[in-house]
């Protein structure tokens, strides 16, 4: 147990519609990442958050977004979603004041769009 | 930008040693982690090298040199359980983050 929690584990929706995927970073942790994993794709950086603001970004689409909130947790919003969206999608944590800053990554969430 | 090469499937036997290559160019380098994941679960942390050398962590060792642009993830006595992918991930050093850029991945089966 890495200390990430990510809910829910499972998502099915439709296509066009819009989810939110909700992480809690480990204790402690300032830095929340955001990835998604397909079949045919290795793991994908989508988007950094620090303390609450925005720090890195990836190959993140328009029609996705994220936030990080005061108590630290994050959530990915994903909107007017297409058959290819489907995926994995793990959050990761990290303490960015440390020199090796490990990231570890949640249960994950999969999202299925039909 | 960043680009990393790893094998994409190998296969040992159990109680053998395995070494996963991993190749990257990047325009920056700031650290290099190995990762075990198990088909649907979550990457979970095996080695981080910065410096050039080996780092031991029992049955599992990593090779770093920043020269050639190359790591190894080396595998002891190898057991059933090992049977995971292995991802290769390389830190940028730069200022926009410590984002991570995944290898593909090498899928290793290990048979009896």
């Known amino acids: 147990d890495s200390g990430v929690t990510q809910t829910p584990k499972h998502l099915i929706t439709a296509t066009g519609q819009r989810v939110t995927l909700r992480c809690s970073p480990r204790s402690g942790d300032l830095s929340v990442y955001w990835y998604q994993q397909s079949l045919d794709q290795g793991l994908q950086f989508l988007i950094q958050?620090?303390?609450?603001?925005?720090?890195a970004k990836g190959n993140i689409l328009e029609r996705f977004s994220a936030q990080q909130f005061p108590d630290l947790h994050s959530e990915l919003n994903l909107s007017s979603l297409e058959l290819g969206d489907s995926a994995l999608y793990f959050c990761?944590?990290?303490?960015?004041?440390?020199?090796?800053?490990?990231?570890?990554f949640g249960p994950g969430t999969r999202l299925t769009v039909l | 930008g960043q680009n990393i090469d790893q094998p994409t499937e190998m296969t040992a036997t159990e109680g053998a040693i395995v070494q996963i290559n991993c190749t990257y160019q990047?325009?920056?380098?700031?650290?290099l982690f190995w990762y075990q994941q198990h088909a649907g679960e979550a990457p979970t942390f095996l080695s981080y090298?910065?410096?050039?050398g080996l780092e031991e962590k029992g049955r599992f060792s990593s090779f770093l040199s920043r020269s050639k642009g190359y790591s190894y993830l080396l595998l002891k006595e190898l057991q059933m359980k090992d049977s995971a992918s292995y991802l290769c991930a390389v830190r940028a050093d730069n200022n926009a983050g410590n984002m991570l850029t995944f290898g593909g991945g090498t899928r290793l089966m290990v048979k009896p």
């Open positions: 958050y620090y303390n609450g603001e925005e720090r």
């Open positions: 990761a944590s990290s303490d960015t004041r440390s020199s090796v800053d490990t990231q570890y």
């Open positions: 990047t325009s920056g380098f700031n650290g």
């Open positions: 090298n910065v410096l050039d």
